[in-house]
T-cell receptor, first 115, second 113 residues
Framework: AQKVTQAQTEISVVEKEDVTLDCVYE???????LFWYKQPPSGELVFLIR??????QNEISGRYSWNFQKSTSSFNFTITASQVVDSAVYFC????????????FGTGTRLQVFP | DTAVSQTPKYLVTQMGNDKSIKCEQN?????MYWYKQDSKKFLKIMFS???????INETVPNRFSPKSPDKAHLNLHINSLELGDSAVYFC????????????FGEGSRLTVL
């Protein structure tokens, strides 16, 4: 069975702090894909990143960075120098290579960034 | 132009009624989806269609009937609405069997009274 766990329900930080959102996944597949999505207060779901299981390189995009570690089945997301506009619910998700149509989402982490 | 658009954005109705939510994508994608997000923000897939054919039906009650008149549209019809159907319903699309991103619509908030 596939599962995504985001143990942090809610995180509050003050602007300019760095924050890491944890994501732990379970799968028996050897090939799979991991995603992060952002859901701001306006409600839409915004794609942030997709990573396949063969690519363990960390990725950086501006203030965002992702740390993928197969050894611990984790795909953590760090926001550097957080801003109020980063306030949102962030979802980690997983899909199997053999069933790419089905995205399994974690329960989300609500991030609040205070000025 | 909105890539994936859903209507209506808000829907308030009484138990027992029948309602529809429409979804259209202008991205030329082959695959479309319906996801349900409950009050605790949990997102779960309901259906997926590839080029008008049903691919996934994730044990959704048969009161929910998706219809895809063409590959750019995937509508969701719900019969005999129940209180538990209150949720935000998201339509999404993706190109073929590629493992790329899902493009989501803005969601349709359904409230059943």
């Amino acid at each position: 069975a596939q599962k995504v766990t985001q143990a942090q329900t809610e995180i509050s930080v003050v602007e300019k702090e760095d924050v890491t959102l944890d994501c732990v996944y379970e799968t028996r597949d050897t090939t799979y894909y991991l995603f992060w999505y952002k859901q701001p207060p306006s409600g839409e779901l915004v794609f942030l990143i997709r990573r396949n299981s063969f690519d363990e390189q960390n990725e950086i995009s501006g203030r965002y960075s992702w740390n993928f570690q197969k050894s611990t089945s984790s795909f953590n997301f760090t926001i550097t120098a957080s801003q109020v506009v980063d306030s949102a619910v962030y979802f980690c998700a997983l899909s199997s290579h053999y069933n790419t149509d089905k995205l399994i989402f974690g329960t989300g982490t609500r991030l609040q960034v205070f000025p | 132009d909105t890539a994936v658009s859903q209507t209506p954005k808000y829907l308030v109705t009484q138990m027992g009624n029948d309602k529809s939510i429409k979804c259209e994508q202008n991205l030329g994608h082959d695959t479309m989806y319906w996801y349900k997000q409950d009050s605790k923000k949990f997102l779960k897939i309901m259906f997926s269609y590839n080029n008008k054919e049903l691919i996934i039906n994730e044990t959704v009650p048969n009161r929910f009937s998706p219809k895809s008149p063409d590959k750019a549209h995937l509508n969701l019809h719900i019969n005999s609405l129940e209180l538990g159907d209150s949720a935000v319903y998201f339509c999404a699309s993706r190109q073929g069997a590629d493992t790329g991103e899902l493009f989501f619509g803005e969601g349709s908030r359904l409230t059943v009274l």
